[in-house]
């Protein structure tokens, strides 16, 4: 796989280990990230609150309040700080569950050096990209907003969605303007990553979108097939849940094994 240039960001470290705290700290410096650690996920909060982390890496086992309960507060809080979870193998089915409560990914304890630049890149450039989409759909609203406030706007000018705007695929519908998604009928909320994944697919009516393009499309990152595959499949996890009426039997988004996912319309 290419070498991927290396992005600086802001990282928040919380893990009760000394040594591990600093050997992470080390190398996350010494790349040019702006770091700040604790050992407790109350200072961590505390930290949050004045310390703009795009990345937080959170160990899951910690006296108090546990990463994962940590993670929950922070995914309210600050949506958009991508969370990676640090775990032994005595706890990888948490940092899984982890996963599909909306961590970025994790680590196996002790995590190597370019292991941890690999996915601290990634998060880096999934909290950005989440920040920038939530911007553009705040300006995309209000300035549908001042549209609708002149003169002459009505029910016929803004009831209708040209199809320029508006997907349908099926019982689905994606409205490109407000980033607003149904199916049958029913408003479904999504993240901005599992909008960009279901737009992708949608996009194609029908045909299968290969794990490598799915991961450049949706999350920008190139990957060789089998990292690509365990990338998006997390991605299309959480969007089983939210869409399908039993996830472990998809009848709406299907995988084509070997090959990636389409929509089935």
């Known amino acids: ?38 050992a407790s996920a109350t200072d961590a909060l505390q930290l949050l609150s004045r310390f703009a982390a795009e990345t937080a890496v959170l160990d899951i086992r910690m006296p108090g309040m546990s990463g994962t309960e940590l993670l929950a507060a922070i995914k309210e809080s600050h949506p958009h700080t991508a969370v990676v979870m640090l775990t032994g193998h005595g706890s990888l089915e948490t940092a899984m569950t982890a996963v599909k409560k909306g961590a970025f990914d994790y680590l196996l304890k002790p995590a190597k050096a370019d292991a941890l630049r690999d996915v601290i890149r990634r998060a880096i450039l999934e909290s950005r990209r989440q920040r920038e989409q939530a911007v553009l759909l705040e300006t995309l609203q209000a300035g549908l907003s001042r549209l609708q406030d002149l003169p002459g706007a009505g029910p016929t000018h803004s009831s209708q969605p040209d199809a320029g705007r ?38 194609q009516g029908g045909a299968v979108i290969n794990y490598v393009t799915l991961t450049r499309v949706v999350l920008e990152y190139e990957a060789a097939v089998w990292e690509a595959k365990e990338l998006i499949k997390r991605h299309i996890y959480t969007l089983r849940q939210k869409l399908e009426s039993h996830p472990d039997q998809p009848h709406l988004i299907l995988n084509v094994r070997g090959v990636g996912y389409r929509l089935a319309i």
């Open 1 to 38: 796989m290419t070498e991927q240039p290396r992005v600086s960001g802001k990282i928040l470290l919380v893990d009760d280990e000394t040594n591990i705290r600093a050997g992470l700290n080390a190398i996350l410096q010494k790349d040019g990230h702006e770091v700040r650690d604790t």
């Open 166 to 203: 508006l997907l349908m695929a099926g019982d689905l519908e994606i409205n490109r303007a407000t980033y607003e998604v149904r199916y049958a009928g029913q408003v479904v909320e999504l993240t901005p990553t599992e909008y960009s994944l279901l737009l992708a697919l949608a996009e």
